[in-house]
Each structure stands twice: as structure tokens, then as C-alpha cells.
T-cell receptor
Framework: AQKITQTQPGMFVQEKEAVTLDCTYD???????LFWYKQPSSGEMIFLIY??????QNATEGRYSLNFQKARKSANLVISASQLGDSAMYFC??????????????FGPGTSLSVIP | DGGITQSPKYLFRKEGQNVTLSCEQN?????MYWYRQDPGQGLRLIYY???????QKGDIAEGYSVSREKKESFPLTVTSAQKNPTAFYLC????????????????FGEGSRLTVL
């Protein structure tokens, strides 16, 4: 069963507008972490933002914020004031099994974001 | 500079041949991971390791093998048993986490692109 779901294969956003990329996850671990990564066409993986399951406040990093709704198991990425350079694939990821040999990070299928001038 | 080095960047293989992809890190990270990415797809976990001389199968381990004899190194062998090995392979590392220290993103190498002729 898919543990990370990203329901938007492709998204378009006008430059300077905000956009929300959806992510839902499934885990039975009480302690876990949620990440968002950006992958431009060059293939490199760029870390954007992190949210721990026990963090009370939503994470923010510059123009990126993570809308964490624990009860709904959702961790949506919000990009404010989109720029042309934001055009890329975006992956939601979850780390579970913390502190064990089975500590691993799994990724969702990704959302392709295109920013329109 | 600290980082993760993957080699080779591009590799061509004939059907029936084994090939080994190198991954070396000088970040003093305990955890290392191998992912496979097909065009337009997300990252799928092949193998991961939290400690030297120990590793776990990920979601798509069949046809692959790894070793973790040194903390800095986590080579991946794509064997002839892997039916469709043409893909982009990404190696990553991170600090080990516990339920009480759950912040730690993955650092990625630049990837190795394997093509089977």
C-alpha cells in the first residue's frame, strides 16, 4: 500500500502567486519526520523543509511552509510568491522507524510544478 | 568539502553483466540509502543501512545487493537478475535519529545513470 500519496501529478501556478502541493501519509509510528524535496531537471535533490511529528508549530523556511495536520495525516507544502525557478518536481517524504535498524525514508510519487510568467 | 560522491555518473552495461555503483560520504553519517528513480517517477527505496555491517531491504531489493563494510561507503551492485535495470540511481546519507532527535534530512549524491544496452 502506498504510504505517501501526492494526488497532483502536475500543477501550474502564475508567477508571484502562492501554491499548495498536497501530501498525505500513513504510518503507525508515534514518532516520525516529514520532508519536502525539490528536484529540478538537472536531477539534484534539494532539501526544502522538515516537520517532526511532535513539533507543535508548522515548519517554515523562507517562502516554504509546511501545513501539518497530524490528525488528518497531511503535510502540504505551501510555496508563497512563486518564482520561475520553482518549476521542478516536488517530493514529499516520510522517515519512520526512528532509533531502530528499520529507520528509513520513503518518498511519494511527486508533483510536477510549472510556474507561468 | 563534505558531501556524498557517487561514481560513475553515467554507465552502460550489456545484458547479463553485473555492475557496481559507488557511494562514498565524508559527512560522518551513520545512515546510508540507495534509491532508484525511473523517468517521471518518484524515488523507490532499494536498500538502507543504519550501521556498519548491517543493512535492510527496501521496497525493490530484488536483483540488487549491497555491502556496508565501512561507515563511509555503501556500494550497490546491480546484478543480472535485475530485469529492468536502466534507471537513475541516487545514494543518500543522514545522521541516525531517535524518537527524541528527529531532525535530520537526507543528503544526496548527484546520482548515477545506468543504461542497459
Amino acid at each position: 500500500a502506498q504510504k505517501i500519496t501526492q494526488t497532483q501529478p502536475g500543477m501550474f501556478v502564475q508567477e508571484k502567486e502562492a501554491v499548495t502541493l498536497d501530501c498525505t501519509y500513513d504510518t503507525s509510528d508515534p514518532s516520525y519526520g516529514l520532508f519536502w524535496y525539490k528536484q529540478p531537471s538537472s536531477g539534484e535533490m534539494i532539501f526544502l523543509i522538515y516537520q517532526g511529528s511532535y513539533d507543535q508549530q508548522n515548519a517554515t523556511e523562507g517562502r516554504y511552509s509546511l501545513n501539518f495536520q497530524k490528525a488528518r495525516k497531511s503535510a502540504n507544502l505551501v510555496i508563497s510568491a512563486s518564482q520561475l525557478g520553482d518549476s521542478a518536481m516536488y517530493f514529499c517524504a516520510m522517515r519512520e522507524g526512528l532509533g531502530t535498524s528499520y529507520d528509513k525514508v520513503i518518498f511519494g510519487p511527486g508533483t510536477s510544478l510549472s510556474v507561468i510568467p | 568539502d563534505g558531501g556524498i560522491t557517487q561514481s560513475p555518473k553515467y554507465l552502460f552495461r550489456k545484458e547479463g553483466q553485473n555492475v557496481t555503483l559507488s557511494c562514498e560520504q565524508n559527512l560522518n553519517h551513520d545512515a546510508m540509502y540507495w534509491y532508484r528513480q525511473d523517468p517521471g517517477q518518484g524515488l523507490r527505496l532499494i536498500y538502507y543501512s543504519q550501521i556498519v555491517n548491517d543493512f535492510q531491504k527496501g521496497d525493490i531489493a530484488e536483483g540488487y545487493s549491497v555491502s556496508r563494510e565501512k561507515k563511509e561507503s555503501f556500494p550497490l551492485t546491480v546484478t543480472s537478475a535485475q530485469k529492468n535495470p536502466t534507471a537513475f540511481y541516487l545514494c543518500a546519507s543522514s545522521i541516525s535519529l531517535t524518537p527524541w532527535r528527529s531532525t535530520g534530512e537526507l543528503f544526496f549524491g548527484e546520482g548515477s545513470r545506468l543504461t542497459v544496452l
